[in-house]
């Protein structure tokens, strides 16, 4: 009898790995993969940036998530990060150093953006961290410099990202 249960366990940890392989979760983006694979199998990326190691191509399969590949010269996969939108690496924006290519390459394009010429501009990026739905804003001087980073609960989450 004790058999049974643990028998039905193991079944059910490998139901649960093959859906997890077929819903794209990842499993067959691994570092060294070409980009136009990746392209087949995730479609057509947020944004892509190009740099003098390569390209950086940035996916949201959620509106609170957003993942950034690297690819070498030869289009080669070299790095992923599976979720850059957290308050660490928000928290890692100098300001008076970054620029808003800077923000971009890091994060890819801002969902949401207000700008004010003569006064700079405020980009506002939406995630999920352990369950709370958080909000970074960044503003930005006149000159596209980071002047600060604003991260708080956002109170008026809703359908838009979750």
């Given at each position: 009898?004790?058999?049974?249960?643990?028998?039905?366990?193991?079944?059910?940890?490998?139901?649960?790995?093959?859906?997890?392989?077929?819903?794209?979760?990842?499993?067959?983006?691994?570092?060294?993969v070409?980009?136009?694979?990746v392209?087949?199998?995730?479609?057509?990326?947020?944004?892509?940036?190009?740099h003098?190691?390569?390209?950086?191509?940035?996916?949201?399969?959620?509106?609170?998530?957003?993942?950034?590949l690297?690819?070498?010269?030869?289009?080669?996969?070299?790095?992923?990060?599976?979720?850059?939108?957290?308050?660490?690496?928000?928290?890692?924006?100098?300001?008076?150093?970054?620029?808003?290519?800077?923000?971009?390459?890091?994060?890819?394009?801002?969902?949401?953006?207000?700008?004010?010429?003569?006064?700079?501009?405020?980009?506002?990026?939406?995630?999920?961290?352990?369950?709370?739905?958080?909000?970074?804003?960044?503003?930005?001087?006149?000159?596209g410099?980071?002047?600060?980073?604003?991260?708080?609960?956002?109170?008026?989450?809703?359908?838009?990202?979750?």
């Open positions: 009898m004790t058999m049974a249960p643990r028998g039905m366990s193991w079944l059910l940890a490998a139901i649960l790995l093959a859906g997890c392989a077929a819903s794209g979760g990842g499993s067959a983006v691994r570092p060294g070409l980009l136009d694979d392209q087949a199998q995730w479609g057509t990326p947020k944004a892509v940036y190009q003098g190691q390569g390209q950086r191509v940035f996916y949201s399969p959620q509106p609170w998530q957003v993942r950034r690297d690819f070498d010269t030869q289009g080669r996969l070299q790095q992923i990060h599976e979720q850059v939108l957290t308050s660490a690496q928000f928290a890692g924006i100098v300001a008076g150093k970054w620029r808003a290519a800077d923000v971009q390459q890091t994060f890819g394009p801002p969902p949401r953006r207000a700008d004010d010429a003569d006064k700079g501009s405020v980009w506002s990026y939406f995630f999920l961290e352990y369950g709370v739905h958080r909000a970074a804003r960044i503003h930005f001087d006149a000159s410099t980071v002047a600060g980073v604003d991260l708080l609960e956002d109170p008026a989450a809703d359908n838009r990202y979750r």
